[in-house]
C-alpha cells in the first residue's frame, strides 16, 4: 500500500482510499482530500515533515501523520 507520505516531489498522484476513523477521517476530508482527486506534491520539508501538496487549485501543508492515511492508486 503506498500513501502520500510516499509519494515523491513533483509527482502527481490521485486518492485511492482513506483510512482513519472519526474526526481525524472528516478533518482530512474537510481539508478537500478525498477519493478520486489527484494532489501534486510540492515539496517536503527537510525533516519530511510537513509534506506541501497543491490539491483542488490551492496550496495545503499536510503532517506526515495524516499523510500516511490517504492511501494512493497505483
Do not use: Q, W
Request: proline letters at 3%; a positive charge.
Amino acid at each position: 500500500m503506498r500513501t502520500l507520505k510516499d509519494a515523491n516531489i513533483g509527482e502527481t498522484v490521485k486518492v485511492a482510499k482513506l483510512h482513519g476513523e472519526g474526526a481525524i477521517k472528516r478533518r482530512i476530508m474537510d481539508m478537500g482530500i478525498t477519493k478520486g482527486c489527484e494532489i501534486y506534491v510540492r515539496k517536503v520539508a527537510p525533516l519530511g515533515d510537513p509534506i506541501e501538496i497543491n490539491i483542488r487549485g490551492y496550496e495545503l501543508s499536510v503532517r506526515k501523520a495524516d499523510a500516511e492515511m490517504v492511501e494512493l492508486a497505483e
